[in-house]
């Protein structure tokens, strides 16, 4: 460690007594290892993930936390990007964004550009790369500046998310026209985005009003809340022009019945960064492994550096942010997402 790089470092851990966050004072400082960077984390934004984590997937001592921004302090061996000390950089990890120190893989991140804030910076994490890997990757778009051949419709379901507002903004950028189901109270948000039209989830007729909107359906769609009744409102509203959805939930066959013509696609957001994740941590006698994925970790590595193009070109928004104070406010906040109180903006955290 170099003379300003304290040895400990205060980060929210799980605790197996409460089955919940704690913040421990005397953690060890990570070391950045090969094509790794350590950064002083500067914000940290948070996601649902995080409360999930938390409360049920978790062990006692795990590190919690994705979404980060902050100044790279100290760099490892082999770099597989060209990081150096005093750069500011930010992306997403699987653990360990609340924490004052962190490192991360030099090519899981991307330099901020001068333009945003590194507040903002902290919201393009996991939402971001979620939306990227359904639409470059498992939608098979090219990047900006190429375009879709006549304006078809593209419907996101649960517009409003985190989720939602970035991939509003990509398929924008790619030449579609968006149609997103959210609440009315978030209708001038998801339209400041970029949705061309927008229709209540709960209104009864939402599946009519979105096919009269679209003229009969569309190929392309995202849905970014994959549960409850989201499958029989975005399923039948691509109707029979649907290709194929993407989806953030395990699906069933049932679902699959629904209008089986239309290819179900499960993005799991995890796989980009390139790590094992075991979703039966807490039942040691039955793991649940989600093997790496070579080619999901590929493509988060050229996903990511690429962000700073893609914000400073093509003009991608963060999510709005709620500055929530600091470690000893996260607590709180995992708890109001968790009771579903956070709608239409990214809580974050100013960690340094
Ligand atoms: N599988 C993966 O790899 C992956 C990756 C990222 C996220 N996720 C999951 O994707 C979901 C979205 O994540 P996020 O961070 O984007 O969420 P978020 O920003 O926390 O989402 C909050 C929004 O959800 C909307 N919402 C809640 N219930 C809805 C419903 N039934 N229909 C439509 N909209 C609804 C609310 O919109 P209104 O206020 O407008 O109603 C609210 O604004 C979470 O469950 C998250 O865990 C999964």
């Known amino acids: 460690m170099t003379d300003n790089i304290p040895s400990t470092m205060k980060a929210i851990v799980i605790d197996s007594k409460t089955n919940w966050v704690t913040i421990k004072d005397d953690v060890p400082t990570p070391e950045p290892g090969d094509n790794q960077v350590l950064i002083k ?10 409360w999930k984590f938390a409360a049920f997937l978790s062990v006692d001592g795990d590190f919690l936390g994705s979404d980060y921004s902050g100044t790279v302090v100290k760099v490892g061996t082999n770099l597989q990007a060209s990081l150096q000390v005093g750069d500011k950089i930010a992306g997403a990890v699987l653990g360990g964004g609340f924490g004052e120190y962190l490192t991360v893989d030099s090519d899981l991140a991307f330099r901020v550009p001068q333009d ?6 902290s919201t393009f994490g996991v939402a971001w790369g979620t939306a990227g890997q359904v639409i470059f990757k498992e939608q098979k778009h090219a990047y900006p500046p190429s375009k879709v051949e006549g304006s078809p419709w593209y419907i996101v379901y649960g517009g409003s998310t985190s989720v939602g507002l970035f991939a509003i903004q990509i398929v924008k950028r790619l030449g579609y026209k968006v149609l997103a189901f959210a609440s009315p109270h978030s209708y001038d ?33 995202f849905d970014t809340i994959s ?33 089986p013509k239309i290819e179900l696609v499960h993005t799991m957001f995890h796989t980009l960064l390139g790590k ?16 790496v994925v070579p080619e999901n970790h590929r493509f988060g590595t050229t996903f990511f550096p690429k962000t700073e193009e893609l914000i400073s070109k093509y003009g991608i928004k963060a999510n709005p942010v709620a500055l929530k104070g600091g470690l000893e406010a996260i607590s709180q906040g995992l708890k109001d997402q968790m009771e579903g109180k956070v709608s239409g903006k990214k809580l974050v955290y100013k960690i340094a």
Request: proline share 5%.
């Open 41 to 50: 984390v500067a914000y940290a934004a948070q996601n649902p993930s995080d």
């Open 116 to 121: 945003i804030s590194l507040e903002d910076a």
């Open 189 to 221: 948000l998801v339209k400041s985005y970029g949705a061309d039209a927008v229709v209540n989830y709960r209104d009864d007729d939402a599946v009519e009003q979105a096919l009269k909107i679209t003229g009969g359906g569309a190929e392309l769609g």
């Open 227 to 259: 549960e409850g009744t989201s499958f029989s409102i975005v399923i039948p509203a691509l109707r029979e022009k649907g290709k194929q959805l993407n989806v953030i939930n395990m699906i069933t066959d049932e679902i699959r019945q629904i209008n």
């Open 276 to 291: 094992e994740l075991n979703f039966g941590a807490r039942t040691p006698e039955t793991p649940m492994i989600i093997p």
